[in-house]
């Protein structure tokens, strides 16, 4: 994005006294090459930070508030709030996430003085499900570092912005989306043990093939709802099972464990949860190992395979996500696809040769758009580095 531009834009919508420099801040979105639904069930995950992101303009103001304006959401005018008052109020928008943030910030002993403006956009699709809520919760962990003189690690500024969603925002996340965000690095996937927090990089070489994201443009009106509903089978499936075997998380057990006491899960549903988190656990150490040796036919049909777990075991995609991975999966030079994300919507990514990303995603665009009645979109994802000032 062109900072010239984003600084011009701040000045049209706040103004611009001179002393007060106008500073650029971004926080990446993030995909997750795999590894879906386990992060909350004490399982590895394998994110990467992307280029597509989240911009802040920011100048500092003296008077204790904080207004914002977003180039994404302009119906919404400038939201403005003061520092001790962030309670949230009713139909709050986009905004929720900023006074989220401040709010866990504050509570855990930070002393959140400094007011600011800020015009913030982002290039990251919305409802696409590389987790532009997170990326703006992150980048407003940088700001708030930045402006009041915190030293704030990576790992702790993931743990604030969950802590926001989950108890400011409601929604019960895991750590991946906050951590691959603060965490990310160029060129880098993170295997990222979500129960310990220990996190390796791995090189994320991908030799004559790219990451095609696939936005099915369906927007994922039953995520949040469905992802609790899913969370709360887990905990109930997970209470089952440690009547049998001491586990702390499901992602404790190994795939023949789990088929030693599986009979116990009575309930297909509770069976079928555990059984995703359990093999897509396994599935993530073996797509490291793979992609480590340079075995891309191997990390790509483990890609397939979290899909096909993801549809029928969790059941989190959807006609629109089941229609662009078989799509995808039909093309000669993909070796993988998957949807990725919170599910019933937003994105899948594939594994494609460098070579034919035109030629698939055109033929994908066609017959998509022939049975689900509407355009999907395509981009290059890119992984890069973590949130920061620019």
């Known amino acids: 994005m062109d900072l010239l531009a984003l600084k011009s834009e701040f000045v049209k919508n706040f103004g611009k006294k001179e002393e007060n420099e106008i500073v650029v801040y971004f926080a990446p979105g993030r995909i997750n090459l795999i590894g879906e639904h386990i992060d909350y069930n004490g399982g590895f995950v394998f994110p990467a930070a992307i280029t597509f992101g989240t911009y802040a303009a920011v100048t500092a103001r003296n008077d204790g508030r904080v207004a914002l304006f977003s180039g994404n959401f302009k119906e919404d005018g400038i939201i403005e709030f003061d520092l001790d008052d962030v309670s949230r109020v009713a139909d709050e928008p986009w905004s929720v996430y900023v006074k989220g943030v401040v709010d866990v910030f504050k509570k855990t002993g930070y002393d959140v003085k400094q007011g600011f403006n800020a015009y913030i956009e982002g290039n990251i699709p919305n409802g696409a499900g590389l987790s532009s809520s997170a990326s703006l919760e992150v980048l407003i962990g940088v700001i708030l570092a930045d402006l009041n003189g915190f030293e704030l690690s990576g790992v702790d500024n993931a743990l604030l912005a969950q802590k926001a969603e989950n108890e400011y925002v409601g929604v019960n996340c895991g750590i991946m989306d906050q951590f691959a965000i603060a965490m990310g690095k160029d060129a880098k996937a993170i295997k990222l043990n979500t129960d310990t927090l220990d996190y390796e990089y791995a090189d994320c070489d991908l030799q004559d093939y790219r990451i095609l994201i696939m936005n099915t443009n369906k927007r994922r009106e039953l995520a949040d709802s469905k992802y609790n509903e899913r969370r709360a089978e887990c905990d109930e499936a997970l209470e089952i099972l440690q009547k049998e075997t001491k586990i702390n998380y499901l ?34 150490k073996d797509a490291v190992s793979a992609l480590s040796t340079g075995n891309l036919g191997d990390f790509g049909k483990l890609l397939n395979a979290s899909h096909n777990s993801l549809r029928y075991d969790y059941e989190v ?64 994802a890119s992984i890069g580095d973590g949130a920061r000032k620019l």
């Open 251 to 284: 992602c404790d057990l190994t795939t023949s464990k789990f088929d030693e006491i599986s009979h116990v899960l009575t309930k297909e549903n509770l069976l079928k949860r555990a059984r995703h988190a359990v093999s897509e656990n396994e599935r993530v």
């Open 317 to 380: 995609t959807g006609i629109e996500l089941d229609t662009i991975v078989q799509l995808a999966q039909n093309e000669s030079s993909t070796l993988g696809a998957r949807m990725t994300g919170a599910g019933f919507g937003g994105c899948a990514i594939a594994l494609v040769h460098k070579d034919s990303i035109d030629e698939v995603s055109n033929n994908i665009a066609l017959a998509y758009k022939e049975k689900i009645g509407y355009e999907a979109s395509f981009y290059i």
